[in-house]
């Protein structure tokens, strides 16, 4: 089973909102740092935001202002909200999880986000 799962994606209208979750199983979250990528074809993977265990939050500079990294210790919980999508956000969004005391880290299987009129 894998231990880093995403939902939440979804067709939506420019400027709409989605909230974008990562539940992760079966390892201390609260020992690793959590980040959100993601992928267009063609395109290698590109990181989008992330949240420190310690919970100090960073953004590309194409979404400050407009996403929210989160995340619950006590759910094992990682969110994005995106807040006045665009069309170049449309993409595969990935959720990935990272030790902070070693090189171990996982990846979800992906969740696709379409933004379109």
């Known amino acids: 089973q894998v231990p880093v799962v995403e939902s939440g994606g979804a067709l939506v209208q420019p400027g709409e909102s989605l909230n974008l979750s990562c539940a992760v199983s079966?390892?201390?979250?609260?020992?690793?740092?959590a980040n959100w990528y993601r992928q267009t074809p063609g395109n290698q993977r590109a990181l989008v935001a992330s949240i420190t265990a310690g919970g100090t939050t960073n953004y590309v500079d194409s979404v400050k202002g407009r996403f929210t990294i989160s995340r619950d210790n006590a759910k094992n919980m990682v969110y994005l909200q995106m807040n006045g999508l665009r069309v170049d956000d449309t993409a595969v969004y990935y959720c990935?999880?990272?030790?902070?005391?070693?090189?171990?880290?996982?990846w979800g299987q992906g969740t696709q986000v379409t933004v379109s009129s």
């Open positions: 079966r390892i201390y979250f609260r020992a690793y740092h």
């Open positions: 990935n999880v990272r030790n902070q005391f070693s090189s171990q880290a996982y």
